[in-house]
C-alpha cells in the first residue's frame, strides 16, 4: 500500500527532516498571510473613514459611503478570479511559487494606492483608477488564501492540522492589527487637514517595508509534501479548477454556503463598525479602531484555540457551533452598540469576532483544504472561499450602509440581513462531512467526491 508522505514518513530521517519545515511553514504563512492582509484591510479602514471625502466629494455624504464601500467590494468581485488562476497554477507547478507571486501582486497594487491622485487632482478618473488597484488586490488575495492554508495543512501532523492549518488565519487579526493601529497612529498625530491631504497615504507606502519581510521569509520555504508526492506519481490535473467545477460542485457548494456567515459578520463588525460609530453614533473613530486593535489581539490567541478543539472534537461541531451562536448574537450584538458605550462596544465586537466568529474562521482553512483531494486542494479551497466572500463580506458594507440609509438609521434590517445568511451556513454546514481524522495525500486519502453527508 501506499505510504501517506505528507503525513507519514517512510523513514526516521524523512521525520526528522520534516518536523522543523512544518513548523517553519506555519510560521511564514502566518508572517505572509498578515503582510497580505494589512495590505488588504487598510483599504477598508480608509474606505470607512477617509475615501468618501478625497475621491467622491460630489455626492451626498451617505451616498460617498455607500461609493466608498463599492469600491471596497471591487475588490472581492475579483478574488474568484484570482482564485481559478492561482489554484490552477497553484495544482499544477506547485504552492511555494503562487505564495510568492501574490504577495508580490499584493503589495506593488497596495503601494500603487498611496501613490494615487484624488478626485481634487484627477476628477472621477481618480476613482478609476483607485477601483482598478482594487481589483488587483482582489486578483492577489484570491491566490494568497488558498495557497498559504494549504502549504500548512499539507505539511502538518495529522492530529495537528487544526492548529498548524490556522497560523495563516491568524495572519488576518494580525493584519487587521497592524493595519488599524498604523491608522489609528497616523491620524492621531496628525490634524484632519494633514490626514486628509497626505497622511492617508502613509499606511499605503509602508507596504513597500511589508512585502520585503514577506517575500524573505517565504524563500526559505520547501514545497508541499503531499504535491511533490503528487507530481512523483504523475498525477497532476490537467485542468484543476474545471475539474473542481464539474465532479465535485456539490462539495463547492457547501463550502461556499459556509463561509457566508463568517465573512459577513466579519466585515460588518470590522469595517462597517467604522463608518456606523462615526456617521451614525457621532463617537470619535478612535472608538472603533481602538475596539478592533483590542479584537485582532484577541483573535491571535482564539483562532488557534478554536482550530485546536477542531483537533480534538471535530471540525463539524465547533464550525456549527461557531453558526448557530454567532447568529443568536447579532441583535444582541446591535442592541450593545447603540448604547453608545465604549466599554459595550468593544464587548461586543470582541465577542462578535473572537468568541464566537472565530469558531468559523479558525477551523475553516482546515475543513476547507480536507474536503477537497490534493489534485485539486488549492484550486477547490482557493474557489469555495473567494466565491463565498463575493457573495457576503464583499457587498456586506455596502449592503449595510444601503439598508441603514434607507431604514432611517435603524439597524434591524442589517440584523435580519445577517441571519439569513446564518441560515445558509448552518444548513451548508449540515451538509458537510467529518474530516478531522481523514488522511491527506497517498492511498490512504479519502475520495474527494465523497465529500458531503449522505
Request: glycine residues 10%; charged residues 15%; aromatic residues 12%.
Amino acid at each position: 500500500m501506499q505510504t501517506d508522505y505528507a503525513l507519514s514518513p517512510t523513514n526516521d530521517d524523512a521525520k526528522k527532516a520534516e518536523a522543523p519545515q512544518h513548523r517553519k511553514v506555519a510560521m511564514a504563512s502566518l508572517i505572509g498571510t498578515a503582510v497580505e492582509w494589512y495590505d488588504f484591510y487598510i483599504y477598508g479602514t480608509c474606505a470607512a473613514l477617509i475615501f468618501p471625502k478625497l475621491f467622491f466629494p460630489s455626492v451626498d455624504p451617505t451616498l460617498g459611503v455607500i461609493a466608498a464601500f463599492a469600491t471596497y467590494a471591487v475588490g472581492f468581485i475579483a478574488r474568484p478570479v484570482g482564485a481559478a488562476v492561482f489554484g490552477h497554477y497553484g495544482d499544477r507547478v506547485g504552492r511555494k511559487k503562487i505564495l510568492m507571486l501574490s504577495l508580490l501582486m499584493m503589495g506593488g497594487s497596495t503601494v500603487a494606492i498611496g501613490l494615487l491622485p484624488t478626485y481634487e487632482t484627477a476628477g472621477v478618473w481618480a476613482a478609476v483608477l483607485l477601483c482598478l488597484m482594487r481589483l488587483l488586490q482582489g486578483f492577489a488575495v484570491g491566490g494568497e488564501w488558498g495557497s498559504a492554508v494549504v502549504m500548512a495543512v499539507e505539511h502538518a501532523p495529522k492530529n495537528k492540522r487544526g492548529l498548524f492549518g490556522s497560523m495563516p488565519q491568524v495572519g488576518v487579526p494580525l493584519g487587521l492589527l497592524a493595519s488599524t493601529a498604523v491608522f489609528s497612529l497616523v491620524s492621531s498625530n496628525m490634524t484632519d487637514e494633514a490626514l486628509y491631504s497626505w497622511g492617508w497615504r502613509i499606511p499605503f507606502l509602508l507596504s513597500i517595508v511589508m512585502i520585503v519581510i514577506g517575500m524573505f521569509v517565504r524563500s526559505e520555504l520547501h514545497e508541499s509534501p503531499a504535491f511533490k508526492e503528487m507530481v512523483e506519481q504523475k498525477e497532476v490535473a490537467k485542468n484543476p479548477a474545471i475539474e473542481v467545477v464539474r465532479e465535485q460542485w456539490k462539495t463547492l457548494l457547501v463550502t461556499i454556503g459556509m463561509k457566508m456567515l463568517q465573512n459577513a459578520v466579519f466585515y460588518i463588525y470590522s469595517v462597517f463598525m467604522l463608518s456606523y460609530i462615526v456617521k451614525e453614533l457621532h463617537m470619535p473613530r478612535s472608538v472603533g479602531l481602538n475596539a478592533i486593535i483590542i479584537a485582532s489581539i484577541v483573535g491571535i490567541f482564539t483562532i488557534p484555540a478554536w482550530s485546536y478543539l477542531s483537533d480534538k472534537i471535530g471540525r463539524k461541531p465547533v464550525y456549527m457551533f461557531g453558526c448557530i451562536a454567532s447568529v443568536l448574537f447579532i441583535f444582541p450584538f446591535f442592541y450593545l452598540v447603540q448604547t453608545k458605550s465604549v466599554v459595550l462596544i468593544t464587548i461586543a465586537i470582541v465577542i462578535g469576532l473572537n468568541v464566537l466568529h472565530d469558531a468559523m474562521y479558525g477551523p475553516q482553512a482546515v475543513y476547507y483544504s480536507e474536503l477537497f483531494g490534493t489534485k485539486v486542494r488549492l484550486s477547490g479551497a482557493n474557489i469555495g472561499y473567494a466565491i463565498g466572500a463575493v457573495l457576503s463580506g464583499g457587498i456586506a458594507p455596502m449592503v449595510a450602509a444601503a439598508l441603514i440609509a434607507s431604514n432611517k438609521g435603524s439597524t434591524d434590517g442589517v440584523a435580519w440581513y445577517l441571519v439569513g445568511l446564518g441560515v445558509i451556513s448552518v444548513i451548508a454546514t449540515l451538509f458537510a462531512r467529518e474530516t478531522f481524522k481523514e488522511h491527506i495525500g497517498g492511498a490512504k486519502e479519502k475520495s474527494p467526491r465523497r465529500a458531503v453527508t449522505r
